[in-house]
């Protein structure tokens, strides 16, 4: 199983949460690279965010849909509680903080109030955040506590997120689709030349035949 990696991302914690520890997990550095491991069978499944409470969809792995034939076989609904972290364990040694662009803007508010002249410094991953302040005394990272212990840092304050009940979905991504349950959900995905009213027109099919 393919998923944005490094080791300790939430999509690494997904992953185990899903498939349990007897799979073979593999990181990769890219949402692009999870799709391509997939889709020239170096793996059965990836897993790839989509959705968090707090910011909204996650564009990159919408876009890749659209070129894509691969399907979605699951969702992961995982809770995100957000750490920062650092090589001291002291909020005054902080001058920057590395993070996943969803990540911060989840701390908006904690970050203006406790961190406000820190320099906001996006990464590929919160993981990829952990692994980049290992070796430096000024800089933080806003990572899962599972990253504190795999990459040696202190924990400076738990549970940063501004919004309790902050969620992420995650998508399974495969080529074939499972066996019908009588209780699945279908994701339609379509791409439309833009004109005026489109939005309606697509949307009227689905509500004059009740569908929400």
């Avoid at 965010?49 to 990159?60: Q, R």
């Avoid at 876009?63 to 995100?80: P, R």
């Avoid at 996006?122 to 993981?127: E, K, R």
């Avoid at 980049?132 to 933080?140: E, Y």
Wanted: net charge negative.
């Amino acid at each position: 199983v393919a998923f944005l990696g490094p080791k300790a991302t939430f999509t690494h914690i997904a992953c185990m949460q899903h498939f349990g520890m007897s799979a073979e997990l593999i990181p990769a550095k890219e949402i692009a690279d999870v799709f391509d491991e997939v889709e020239r069978d170096r793996v059965d499944y990836g897993v790839v965010p989509i959705e968090n409470t707090t910011e909204g969809a996650v564009s990159h792995t919408l876009d890749m849909f659209v070129s894509s034939n691969l399907k979605i076989s699951a969702e992961i609904m995982l809770e995100i509680s957000l750490a920062l972290l650092n090589k001291t364990g002291n909020l005054i040694d902080i001058k920057k903080v590395y993070s996943h662009p969803h990540a911060v803007a989840e701390c908006r508010e904690w970050l203006k109030d406790n961190l406000p002249n820190a320099a906001l410094i996006d990464v590929s991953s919160t993981a990829v955040a952990a692994q980049t302040v290992m070796d430096d005394p000024d800089a933080a990272a806003i990572a899962s506590e599972s990253a504190a212990m795999l990459y040696n840092l202190k924990v400076v304050e738990r549970k940063i997120e501004d919004h309790l009940n902050n969620f992420t979905r995650f998508l399974v991504i495969g080529k074939t689709l499972p066996k019908k349950t009588g209780t699945d959900k279908t994701s339609i995905l379509f791409s439309v030349k833009d004109s005026p009213g489109i939005l309606f027109k697509m949307l009227k099919p689905f509500a004059e035949r009740g569908i929400n």
